[in-house]
């Protein structure tokens, strides 16, 4: 799939408590790229003109995709996405349990409901669900207490998330499981994942884990200048 060439990276045990502070545009698109991700569903942060693509695998109960929202994530915005060179397409694997599940299919609803208007609203309640996080499989992600989490996001409409889920779960699990074997065929096995895309080159990088600042700045930096 990757042309140009491969770079791949392994995986850290990051630790912080800083909160991601940063944030972007958000848009939205339908085309598929050249590395064959379908962009349809998926939020995008930055600028749709950017020539790096990073692909973002998530899990909302993954402690370690915390970790990397809090550590290098910002810098990762403030240096790469508000200068046009990155932007961030958020993809789910929910690999954990069902309850990863549960919220993937809730991110897909919520990103519905506010993409053509408030598009930023989709960020306070992913950075609002990874401020909540509790211990996978203890249940804080439930249906029931993630619609009361989303109630208290500004510029989320709760019964609209809940309208969406009930009526699209089955269609939005089905396209989730589809990706998520897409996704393994890049070698995509557990979050966080990324893969970084130069599309006018062809050229990709691959990294896993809560990686450093550093390690995303390098990996950057080789597939944009190839």
Known sequence: MVSGGAIIY???VLQSNQATSVTAPFRSSSSTTGFGIELQDHPIMGSLDAPIDMYYWSDYQCPFCRRFERNAF??????FVHSGTVRVIFIEFPYLSAASMTAAVMDRCVWRTVRDDTPRAYWRWHSTLFDEQGSNKSGWASTEDLLDITSDVDGVDASAVESCTNTHRAEIEASINSEMDRATQFGIRGTPAFILYNRTEDVAGKLVGAQPYDRFD??????QNP
């Not at 910002?74 to 240096?79: A, G, S, T």
């Open 10 to 12: 392994g995986g850290s």
């Open 218 to 223: 390098e990996a950057i930096t080789q597939v």
């Open 74 to 79: 910002p810098k990762l915005v403030e240096n």
